[in-house]
């Protein structure tokens, strides 16, 4: 009775049930088998035919859900339609867990070759074996306890799975007991990087030394498996990725997110994006943290269970991040020049990545393929909402775009000459450790044969701006120059780095609006004019703060490489962002 006790603890936990509907808005073929003792479905995408190898992604479902819930949740079947890649989910049943869960806590289903583990392994190859897959194109996702399964299975079948997907799930053995199991939910569970040791060695026993990408995904607030386990799936994979590749915890990537991004659903949730890359600047680890959303799949249908529809696409964003990792790249259409306010029409293009046909509106409503098609420059003359897709040659059709386009009337005035703001400006360190300060600007490394260990920020108010700006310069004044350091790189943010005007040390790796718009020498002279580049101009944020990012270019030595700027405090030598009008 204890054990059907903890079982339902667990189950209460994870459900709040909500209505599902009996049919899938798909149009391939979805039918059911049994392995091992448990049943499964799978979704045949209507282009199939059997002549091609084709990818296939496993979803494992949460506690108290099962194949049609999950399905209905995610919109996974749609996606595979659009994609042509086949989807299994394998079903929990009550007899194994009387809340349908995973049974992830239980050293038995921990194992290569044994339990629960063996059993989806071995859906897999029945899959293999009856379809046409690409081996090489095996992906797992899951939600909840499913997401603990998907990193237990991407860590025991290394040569099976190409890629782990990780939606409010858990590290790498977080427990070993139920109810260990109910207390890493809430705290956490052990050490990553000793979790990280702990996947790296299941790795070997599957004689596989290939790295897997990861993508996790949780909210903010999540109180049922709490955001902690999110951060701890993230390290855990860093260091076990790390591992593989180099014998080392961080000698082939760390646990520093390396590009950080801010977005919003239009009208729905706000979420950050964190990218970890290797040695060579590819992203192996992604972590979407998602605001204010509770234990749920991010962005899918309300018709499924523990879903919020207000977050960013997980389905569309796991998809594209596996697909980045086969060599393919995801259909993406660009506006040029973004939209922003203007003071004249404008001209716009659209651009996608590959061949595709592109579909727009101008009236604020979403297109489809009956829409307008772009064949040339849209011309903008008053307030303007665009949206805009496009549909490659083989059919894949990529999620409506946005961009709003203001065209002001106001009369122009003189030019502006603005300081920075000396409580906003100054440095931070790549690690906690190198430190952060308002009193200088700092650019360089600090010896040791490290490189790129300070990066300054300078912070400007630019809500004054209400006029057409037909040029922009930024001033420097130089302080103190240490050893050699060649140039300066410039990075622009139309707002703010960080969550914060003040500095963070996110600061450092906060991914900017635009990278390197600009560079200059490092020369003893009074003060350095840097230029803004006139495709950036539209990017000084008139609603609020503009800061620049500056990042030194040295050589590896035992010394010191760097340069001190004068910061917003120093009222004669402040930096200067001086702006023209037309």
Not at 215 to 243: A, C, M
Not at 312 to 338: C, N, Q, V, Y
Not at 456 to 471: A, C, H, R
Request: aromatic share 10%.
């Amino acid at each position: 009775m204890k054990r059907i006790g903890m079982f339902v603890v667990i189950g209460l936990f994870l459900s709040f049930l909500m209505y599902v509907p009996d049919k899938v808005e798909a149009s391939g073929e979805l039918t059911s088998g049994n392995y091992g003792g448990k049943n499964y479905k799978l979704y045949v995408p209507s282009s199939y035919d059997g002549t091609e190898e084709i990818p296939l992604m496993v979803m494992l479902h949460g506690c108290s859900q099962d194949a049609n819930q999950f399905i209905a949740s995610t919109k996974m079947n749609t996606l595979s339609d659009q994609e042509g890649f086949l989807v299994l989910y394998p079903e929990q049943n009550s007899a194994a867990n009387p809340s349908k869960c995973w049974n992830w806590f239980e050293p038995a289903h921990q194992k290569r070759e044994s339990g629960e583990l063996s059993v989806i392994a071995g859906m897999v190859q029945k899959i293999k074996t009856d379809y046409t897959v690409k081996e090489e194109q095996v992906y797992v996702s899951g939600f909840s306890a499913g997401g603990a399964m998907s990193v237990l299975l991407g860590a025991t079948y290394p040569d099976v799975f190409a890629g782990v997907a990780v939606a409010a799930g858990l590290e790498y053995k977080a427990a070993t007991s139920m109810m260990g199991g109910v207390l890493a939910m809430t705290n956490g569970g052990p050490d990553p990087v000793l979790q990280g040791r702990e996947a790296q060695k299941a790795f070997a026993l599957a004689s596989h030394e290939e790295q897997l990408p990861v993508i996790v995904f949780h909210g903010t607030s999540d109180y049922t498996v709490r955001p902690i386990n999110g951060e701890q799936v993230t390290k855990q994979w860093t260091v076990t990725n790390s591992l593989v590749a180099s014998g080392t915890v961080d000698g082939w990537m760390d646990a520093q997110p390396d590009w950080i991004e801010n977005l919003q659903v239009p009208n729905g949730k706000g979420y950050t994006i964190y990218d970890y890359h290797n040695n060579d600047g590819d992203t192996w680890v992604r972590k979407v943290i998602v605001d204010g959303m509770g234990h749920a799949w991010s962005g899918g249908s309300v018709s499924g269970t523990y879903v919020d529809a207000a977050g960013p696409d997980a389905t569309a964003m796991i998809w594209d991040f596996f697909k980045l990792h086969a060599g393919e790249t995801p259909l993406r259409t660009t506006a040029s020049p973004a939209g922003g306010v203007y003071y004249e029409s404008v001209s716009v293009e659209l651009t996608p990545n590959k061949e595709a046909t592109t579909y727009y509106t101008t009236d604020g409503t979403d297109p489809t393929e009956d829409s307008s098609v772009y064949t040339e420059p849209i011309t903008i003359r008053e307030n303007t909402v665009l949206k805009f897709f496009s549909v490659d040659t083989a059919g894949v059709k990529e999620n409506v775009k946005e961009e709003e386009y203001t065209i002001s009337t106001e009369p122009i005035k003189e030019g502006l000459t603005l300081s920075s703001i000396g409580a906003e400006d100054g440095y931070v360190g790549r690690y906690t450790i190198d430190g952060i300060s308002n009193g200088v600007i700092k650019v360089g490394d600090k010896g040791m044969y490290n490189l790129d260990t300070y990066r300054g920020l300078l912070s400007f108010e630019t809500s004054s701006i209400d006029v057409p700006i037909s040029s922009a310069t930024l001033r420097l004044y130089p302080k103190v120059v240490q050893g050699n350091i060649s140039s300066v790189q410039i990075d622009m943010m139309s707002g703010v780095f960080g969550n914060h005007a003040v500095l963070e040390q996110v600061d450092y790796s906060y991914r900017a609006t635009e990278s390197n718009i600009a560079a200059f020498p490092v020369e003893d002279v009074p003060y350095v004019e840097v230029q803004i580049p006139s495709s950036m101009i539209n990017y000084l944020n008139n609603a609020g703060k503009t800061q620049f990012r500056l990042k030194g270019i040295t050589s590896a030595g035992f010394t010191s490489n760097y340069v001190e700027f004068y910061g917003g405090e120093n009222e004669e030598f402040a930096p200067r962002l001086i702006l023209n009008t037309n």
